[in-house]
């Protein structure tokens, strides 16, 4: 088997979004099935046997595309959590977990729809419905995946679920998921959340009865910096937000976007992180391109450098590399 191109995730993992699109991660460039609603049987598509096929005989696969480049541009093989390196690529990550033995799904990730209440600037109606009534308001902005009565042959073998968005809280679709899983106590728990909803005495109840809870909370800048480049966000939600997974003892990581429009306001978000001692992950934004910050101009590229230099943050290495480049 290929250490370039072996990737677990094709025999333990699937993505499943809105419109009913299976894709085999979240990094992955295009929809490789339509979602019927038999979850057990979509590892076990032709599809699904060709990319293992293809990973197993070192074939470039296009959509692995992004971890192929992220691994280039890292120029390391290190595991997903290095502090050095901005995450060199999903890939790595789940080869760090899995094996590529045997054919079970472990990990799902589901979108159950893309309704969401922000308009984030470097989002789109794919993952925002209030980003579809903005720039499309002649067309149905939802979009659903089946019925959740419709899920059907869920497999007992699913340790860990992501709920993924729009925004996951907004809608009660993951809690019928989780009043209905079977071993909801050996599971792990996952949102993507943008903190904006408060966790209720109903999700509490469900959560509390899992194996593990976590939630990466998108948090882009301090106060009005976050509620500027998340457009509908408030920050005294957020706060409420972060405090009651403190109060409940609910892991969670603090995941920042950084792109030119929050980026010269970084420092205010290096010390929110520091004085509350959060754990973080700063990624970059590179599409839209107008949001790169490779696109700032040479005094404030500058600016961030030597800032980035004297500040101990993680990933730093990747992002000045990539300002460089």
């Known amino acids: 088997m290929s250490n370039k191109t072996i990737c677990s995730a094709f025999w333990h993992h699937t993505n499943i979004r809105s419109d009913n699109r299976v894709f085999p991660c979240c990094r992955f460039k295009y ?25 197993k005989a070192g074939e470039h696969i296009a959509g692995c595309q992004k971890c192929y480049d992220e691994e280039a541009e890292s120029g390391s093989n290190k595991p997903y959590r290095s502090e050095e390196y901005l995450a060199p690529s999903t890939r790595l990550e789940f080869n760090s977990k899995y094996d590529c ?23 789109s109606p794919e ?3 209030a980003w579809g009534k903005k720039l499309h308001p002649e067309l149905p902005p939802k979009q659903v995946i089946k019925d959740t009565d419709d899920f059907t042959n869920i ?8 709920f993924l968005g729009g925004e996951p809280l907004m809608t009660n679709r993951h ?13 792990t728990v996952i949102y993507n959340t943008n903190g904006t909803f408060a966790i209720t005495e109903r999700i509490k109840a469900s959560l509390d009865k899992c194996k593990a809870v976590h939630f990466y909370i998108s948090i882009d800048g301090v106060g009005t910096t976050n509620d500027r480049v998340r457009e509908g966000s408030n920050w005294s ?26 980026i010269m306001d970084l420092p205010k978000l290096v010390d929110w992180i520091k ?16 949001l790169d910050i490779a696109n700032l101009d040479d005094i404030n590229k500058s600016i961030i450098k030597d800032y980035l230099n004297k500040t101990d943050m993680p990933f730093k290495t990747n992002i000045i590399k990539h300002l460089d480049n």
């Open 31 to 55: 929809p490789v099935a339509e979602f019927d609603g038999d979850v057990d049987k979509i590892l076990t598509l032709p599809v699904y046997d060709e990319l293992r096929r293809k990973a």
């Open 101 to 123: 033995k045997t054919i079970s799904l472990e990990f799902l990730e589901v979108g159950f729809d893309n309704i969401c209440n922000l308009l984030c600037v470097m989002c």
């Open 127 to 129: 993952w925002s419905n």
């Open 155 to 162: 497999p007992e073998t699913i340790t860990s679920v992501l």
């Open 175 to 187: 809690l019928k998921f989780l009043e209905e899983f079977k071993n909801i106590d050996e599971l």
């Open 237 to 262: 939600d957020i706060e409420h937000f972060v405090g009651q997974c403190e109060n409940y003892k609910y892991k969670f990581q603090i995941t920042s976007a950084l792109h030119t429009e929050n």
């Open 275 to 290: 004085d509350n001692n959060y754990d973080w992950r700063p990624t970059l934004v590179t599409y839209p391109n107008n």
